[in-house]
């Protein structure tokens, strides 16, 4: 027998606001993140805007990890996990006992570090490395940062299936929790922003000057941006049993890989992802009240997300993208998508898309809820996922009963 899985916990670390109070009220005001970038010098890029998390101090977050032991990533991951824990109501020493364990995704991992130990080794002439910072390398840490954080024994794993792997991890997680074997898990994604992310997105032209405007016409990219997201999952029956909240339920997701081209979306492989999903999760696509969508502001994914929704559903339901607000968090993203679907349907409304400014006559018709966030009462929310590589990956959140 498979157990129910809910979600008692929400732990944002963004740009637009650290914790559910904050993250939600920007969500519900469509405010930015966006600002001029500080993590290196930007200045000899024509683009130089991000999605970073201003002021950071990991030491008001942890309270078991040395910061000075950690990459800004990890860091973002353990700081979101404490809080999801903290929002969940769960006693931190009952849970470092219980079977439980993280999964969390990630596109660039501690590439940071990595940009950090390049610039240290020129300087130095390629003497020697500061081993300290060697050991902040391995992507493997930001699970283990999770893990250590929060004294759990359970698994830890990183998933590095770029801008799709929060949901990746969510799955996993869902997987873990209603097989028996996990009783509880921290799952999402974390990422900072870096040269070479900004770098490569803007020699592939998909880097945007200011304002990230998903589905609107005249949209030219995306805005990279950074933060950790994570969420706390747990059986139905623990939560019920030890009377905590809950936000919401996880009905099931689907995973696919298109393997058709490195960066190119592929729109029927996005339609089969939703189809998957929706037989996972035991619903059909009329029963979706509303998309968290993937939504980069790129032309090419834009549009691919747009066909594959009118291809999956008869009447699309709302479809909003966070990252105009955010910027494109990488593997936090759907992280992020998960944690808005979720306030969403707690305090009932829906994320605005931001900077829309008229509809796109290339795409096919869809309700992009521009510019301002909108009342609605939601029971079921789809949150898309899609990456580099082809890899779709699509989480169904149920209303809690």
């Not at 600002?35 to 201003?54: C, K, L, N, R």
């Not at 996990?81 to 020493?93: K, N, Q, S, T």
């Not at 801008?163 to 994604?189: F, P, Q, T, V, W």
């Not at 994914?301 to 990252?323: G, M, T, W, Y």
Request: charged share 15%.
């Amino acid at each position: 027998m498979t157990r129910r899985v809910v979600i008692t916990g929400l732990g944002p670390v963004s740009s637009i606001g650290i914790g559910t109070v904050e993250f939600g009220a920007a969500l519900r005001t469509g405010r930015t993140g966006i600002s001029p970038i500080t993590s290196f010098d930007a200045s000899g890029f024509p683009h130089f805007m991000a999605g970073e998390v201003q002021g950071f101090e990991p030491t008001k977050f942890v309270q078991v990890l040395d910061p000075s032991q950690w990459g800004r990533t990890s860091l973002f991951a353990a700081s979101a996990a404490r809080l999801a824990v903290e929002h969940a109501g769960m006693d931190p020493d009952r849970l470092a006992a219980s079977a439980a364990g993280s999964s969390i995704g990630t596109t660039s991992g501690e590439s940071q570090v990595i940009e950090h130990l390049t610039e240290q080794s020129l300087a130095a002439g390629f003497t020697g490395l500061d081993p300290a910072l060697v050991r902040q390398v391995p992507a493997s840490r930001l699970a283990h940062a999770v893990n250590r954080e929060l004294g759990l024994t359970g698994e830890a794993t990183t998933i590095s299936t770029a801008c799709a792997a929060s949901n990746y991890a969510l799955g996993y997680a869902y997987d873990l929790i209603s097989s028996g074997e996990l009783d509880y898990m921290l799952a999402g994604g974390a990422d900072s922003v870096i040269r070479w992310a900004h770098a490569g997105f803007y020699r592939l032209g998909a880097l945007t000057a200011e304002a990230c405007a998903p589905f609107s016409q005249g949209r030219s990219g995306i805005l990279t941006g950074e933060g950790g997201a994570v969420l706390f999952l747990e059986s139905l029956d623990s939560a019920v049993d030890r009377g905590a909240e809950i936000l919401a339920e996880i009905l099931g997701y689907g995973l696919n890989c298109d393997a058709n081209h490195m960066v190119a979306p592929d729109s029927a492989s996005i339609a089969e992802c939703m189809r998957l999903a929706h037989r996972n999760a035991g619903i059909t696509a009329a029963d979706v009240d509303y998309i968290c969508a993937h939504g980069t502001g790129t032309p090419a994914n834009d549009s691919a997300e747009a066909r594959a929704v009118v291809e999956v559903f008869e009447q699309p339901p709302p479809i909003s993208s966070i990252k105009s607000m955010l910027g494109h968090t990488m593997g936090a993203a759907s992280g992020f998508g998960a944690i808005a679907s979720v306030l969403g349907m707690t305090q009932g409304f829906i994320p605005p898309t931001m900077n829309f400014t008229a509809a796109d006559p290339d795409l096919p018709p869809i309700d992009p809820v521009a510019n301002r966030a909108r009342t609605a009462m939601l029971r079921i929310v789809q949150n898309n996922g899609f990456a580099f590589g082809g890899n779709n990956a699509i989480v169904i959140f149920g209303r809690a009963a």
